[in-house]
T-cell receptor, first 116, second 113 residues
Framework: AQSVTQLGSHVSVSEGALVLLRCNYS??????LFWYVQYPNQGLQLLLK??????LVKGINGFEAEFKKSETSFHLTKPSAHMSDAAEYFC??????????????FGTGTRLTIIP | EAGVVQSPRYKIIEKKQPVAFWCNPI?????LYWYLQNLGQGPELLIR????????DSQLPKDRFSAERLKGVDSTLKIQPAELGDSAVYLC???????????FGPGTRLLVL
């Protein structure tokens, strides 16, 4: 069984400030971890994913996340927020069998607001 | 390359009426997923196909929901009859075996009155 907890349903940061979105997971098997972004009335777009290997993963739009097994965390960061980063962010986990072609279990999402 | 295509984008129906959603996955993607996203929540899997075979439909409410994926390409999700609680966004995703990365379509937003 797998689950994801996203701390903070709403996060507000000033433009140019650090973005930190928190994600903790639970998995009985080695996990694959994902961050997706969803803009209003659109589908989910993959930001980055962790499968194996390097624990610091870089994604699109300047985002990165670090897999910390000991803390069961996969927090998303961006050094400098931009107005275009305002969106809903979802952390997700899947099992690593079948090359990850399993269902994704999502967190409840974090709405990021950027303050001008 | 074209992304996952879904239609319609929006649908408004009265309760007890039937409704169907269509999904065309990314070309060559053999795994197809239907997810349900309620307002303010993350998506939840309804059904997963490997080619034509439904390999995980444990979360599909089979009394009113059905799905098919003919020829292992396009897929249709149907609700009959619809209930007020079915109002949500229905997302389709596809992935290529050996990568595990799921690509999502824009979704169909259903409103049941």
């Amino acid at each position: 069984a797998q689950s994801v907890t996203q701390l903070g349903s709403h996060v507000s940061v000033s433009e140019g400030a650090l973005v930190l979105l928190r994600c903790n997971y639970s998995s009985s098997v080695p996990p694959y971890l994902f961050w997706y972004v969803q803009y209003p009335n659109q589908g989910l777009q993959l930001l980055l994913k962790y499968t194996t290997g390097a624990t610091l993963v870089k994604g699109i739009n300047g985002f990165e996340a670090e897999f910390k097994k000991s803390e069961t965390s996969f927090h998303l960061t961006k050094p400098s927020a931009h107005m275009s980063d305002a969106a809903e962010y979802f952390c997700a986990v899947s099992g690593s069998s079948n090359f990850g072609n399993e269902k994704l279990t999502f967190g409840t999402g974090t709405r990021l607001t950027i303050i001008p | 390359e074209a992304g996952v295509v879904q239609s319609p984008r929006y649908k408004i129906i009265e309760k007890k009426q039937p409704v169907a959603f269509w999904c065309n996955p990314i070309s060559g993607h053999n795994t197809l997923y239907w997810y349900l996203q309620n307002l303010g929540q993350g998506p939840e899997l309804l059904i997963r196909y490997e080619n034509e075979e439904a390999v995980d439909d444990s979360q599909l409410p089979k009394d009113r929901f059905s799905a098919e994926r003919l020829k292992g390409v396009d897929s249709t999700l149907k609700i009959q009859p619809a209930e007020l609680g079915d109002s949500a966004v229905y997302l389709c995703a596809s992935s290529l075996s050996m990568t595990g990365t799921q690509y999502f379509g824009p979704g169909t937003r259903l409103l049941v009155l």
